[in-house]
């Protein structure tokens, strides 16, 4: 399967620092992204999507200024959690997919903020 | 919009017994069915996976099984293995977006 790649894979911050995730995929292309967020023993909450060349579609109750995501290339997408609070703390997954193609997942990063 | 749903939320076997997890799925326009397995701490990563049009695949003691009318769709493990214990997930797609079940903790009792 294809390679995700997803850094830090775990931080630690001050409430009110911004932090940014990066994901990677690292053996192909592809032209929709997904970030997730995870709570303990939950599944997965869709937080946006982005498609090649287009701004993300943020799912509702996301808010996109404080969870600004950057589809940077096909092979790279940021998520950048601004002015992080406690309640932001939680696993963040990358996932990336080709149309009608499955879904290959990052590693994750766990955010903690103090 | 697609709901899935999934079943058991927990699951313990004996190892080298069967595990069967249960999805069922709500718009006929999905298409795809994949299963993930998530390890503590760690990203889901594909196991198999299963399109509308075959009834049932098979990769090794994984199956999966697919039943369009009735919109449910399964994964079975057989002969299972301490190793196999994880969070596993279902999920739906339409080709665009991906719709995950609640997910499944298995754990298998040596």
């Known amino acids: 399967g294809a390679v995700v790649s997803q850094h830090p894979s775990r931080v630690i911050c001050k409430s009110g620092t911004s932090v940014k995730i990066e994901c990677r995929s690292l053996?192909?292309?592809?032209?929709?992204m997904f970030w997730y967020r995870q709570f303990p023993k939950k599944s997965l909450m869709l937080m946006a999507t982005?498609?090649?060349?287009?701004?993300?579609?943020?799912e509702q109750g996301v808010e996109k200024d404080k969870f600004l995501i950057n589809h940077a290339s096909l092979t790279l997408s940021t998520l950048t959690v601004t002015s992080a609070h406690p309640e932001d703390s939680s696993f963040y997954i990358c996932?990336?997919?080709?149309?009608?193609?499955?879904?290959?997942f990052g590693p994750g990063t766990r955010l903690t903020v103090l | 919009g697609e709901n899935v749903e999934q079943h058991p939320s927990t699951l313990s076997v004996q190892e080298g017994d069967s595990a069967v997890i249960k999805c069922t799925y709500s718009?006929?326009?999905?298409?795809?069915f994949p299963w993930y397995k998530q390890e503590l701490g760690k990203g889901p990563q594909l196991i198999i996976d299963?399109?509308?049009?075959?009834g049932e695949k098979k990769d090794q003691r994984i199956a999966v099984t697919l039943n369009k009318t009735a919109k449910h769709f399964s994964l079975h493990i057989t002969e299972t293995q301490p190793e196999d214990s994880a969070v596993y997930f279902c999920?739906?797609?339409?080709?665009?977006?991906?719709?995950f079940g609640t997910g499944t903790s298995l754990t298998v009792i040596p």
């Open positions: 299963i399109r509308s049009n075959v």
């Open positions: 718009d006929s326009a999905s298409n795809y």
């Open positions: 982005s498609n090649e060349g287009s701004k993300a579609t943020y």
């Open positions: 999920a739906a797609s339409n080709g665009n977006q991906f719709y």
């Open positions: 996932g990336y997919s080709y149309p009608g193609d499955t879904q290959y």
């Open positions: 053996d192909f292309q592809a032209t929709t």
